[in-house]
């Protein structure tokens, strides 16, 4: 379909943050956006006061008499719907035009220059990072980010930039239609094996990914990674780390609840660098997004100013009550090498605190693969409290619960396990010092009443 006759939009499975992104960008478009989603959330809700066209039964009657014509509606779907869904099959057999949002993110890093970020875990942090660091900048960019920023209340920018920067998605190998000018990739630990079925597959899929960087751009590479990149002729290759690469931190100070560390680079050191979330874990996510904005060229002190201002991306390691007797945050983490960095950041910057950690695990796949490597990230904080699993796309695997976990939680570790439900009660009942909530799944849409609870 030429984008010149898109008139309307529709959505299967709107409600998703990197789906959302793209409905405000055609919201923006002026067209008409429709959509269906299972469950109304904070997010779907916002949509709709934009102007977006929701409902959540599977329906095809409810579909928009806009979105209804093959001539003129795109139809965007999301991986994670299954393929019998009515809607799908309407589409289908009415020969419309249908997209996944991967395809979409692909056709704009072909009209843009694309700055993309993959990697197992980081990426939603450092595309925002690098995003606002840009769009605060003369060099500006449009983005389309898989968390809401807090500078921004959205999770997508608009501008006349040539610039995009994009999340890089590997699930279902979504990564592989981005063509991109600059890519950050920040880890490589193996993840959705009920995609991809081995590891070697999975680093196979990064590397096919690195192949797509075009002629002229660079990649920039977490170091020691086990992917072997595969770059075309005429791309430029740079590692970063915390402490080696080309790309690193000297000088970290750590102190008082901030931290400040010099960004040594091969373009230009930057001293004094002062970060806005000051969280142990963002001076390496830190380093990759100035990294990849000194390549799309901001200067030196729109790098300082980005750093210094960037206030966080929703669900990141982010801070709902911090006073000197409470803190309670929210943190999306659902991998064990993410919670792993959560927590260990969390007991660097709460050193004598009680830390209670209410664990929602994401998909039994996940479960079954991970269940040790899980207990063993958890184990680094004082009381662990597991709710069941969040099947998202899965049916129950037989044998795989969150018992799993809690089984292999090391000794010395207060555990508990209660049903999601029952959390708000169990919080209210309860009190506590530093309490995070982890997770991928939708026990954040309780953390207006937790948060509400605790403070009582």
């Not at 579909?63 to 991986?79: E, M, W």
């Not at 395809?103 to 694309?114: A, C, N, P, S, W």
């Not at 300082?304 to 801070?319: I, K, P, Q, V």
């Not at 260990?344 to 950690?357: G, N, V």
């Amino acid at each position: 379909m030429n984008p010149k006759d898109i008139k309307a939009v529709y959505f299967i499975g709107a409600g998703g943050i990197g789906m959302s992104a793209i409905a405000r960008y055609y919201l923006k478009q002026g067209m008409v956006v429709g959509g269906y989603d299972k469950t109304p959330s904070v997010l779907t809700r916002q949509l709709e006061k934009e102007g977006m066209l929701l409902h959540y039964e599977e329906n095809v009657e409810e579909i928009p008499h806009a979105c209804k014509n093959p001539q003129s509606c795109l139809v965007i779907y999301t991986p994670a719907i299954p393929a019998d869904h009515q809607e799908l099959q309407y589409f289908r057999e009415g020969n419309f035009e249908i997209q996944k949002r991967a395809q979409v993110l692909g056709t704009l890093t072909q009209e843009k220059k694309g700055l993309c970020v993959a990697g197992t875990h980081g990426k939603t942090t450092t595309s925002t990072m690098c995003a606002h660091i840009l769009h605060q900048s003369h060099v500006d960019c449009n983005a389309f980010l898989g968390g809401i920023s807090k500078n921004y209340g959205t999770n997508y920018i608009l501008s006349d930039s040539e610039y995009v920067v994009i999340e890089a998605d590997e699930f279902d190998r979504s990564f592989h239609w981005l063509r991109p000018w600059i890519s950050v990739i920040t880890a490589t630990d193996p993840d959705h094996l009920d995609i991809y079925g081995t590891k070697e597959a999975y680093l196979e899929s990064f590397r096919h990914y690195s192949s797509l960087i075009q002629p002229g751009g660079a990649l920039i590479i977490h170091r020691d990674l086990e992917m072997q990149e595969q770059l075309q002729e005429g791309v430029r290759r740079y590692d970063y780390s915390l402490n080696e690469g080309d790309f690193h931190a000297e000088n970290v100070v750590i102190e008082n609840g901030e931290i400040t560390f010099d960004f040594i680079s091969p373009i230009e050191t930057i001293r004094k660098v002062r970060l806005g979330q000051p969280i142990p874990i963002n001076i390496e996510n830190g380093i990759a997004a100035m990294a990849m904005a000194q390549l799309a060229g901001s200067n030196a002190e729109e790098l300082r100013y980005g750093m210094m201002t960037f206030a966080g991306a929703e669900r990141r390691f982010d801070f709902k009550i911090k006073t000197p007797q409470l803190v309670l945050i929210s943190d999306y983490a659902h991998h064990p090498k993410e919670i792993l960095q959560s927590a260990r950041s969390i007991r660097e910057l709460y050193k004598d605190r009680h830390i209670t950690a209410i664990f929602q695990p994401h998909l039994y796949t996940r479960t079954r693969d991970f269940y040790q490597e899980f207990a063993e990230a958890l184990s680094v904080l004082d009381e662990v409290v597991l709710t069941e699993i969040y099947p998202a796309r899965e049916e129950p695997i037989e044998g795989v619960s969150s018992q799993l976990i809690y089984d292999c939680l090391k000794p010395g570790v207060k555990k508990e396990m209660i049903r999601k439900d029952d959390v708000l009660e169990y919080v209210k009942n309860r009190t506590f010092d530093v309490l995070i909530i982890l997770g991928a799944g939708d026990l954040d849409n309780m953390m207006p009443q937790i948060a509400e609870r605790i403070k009582k």
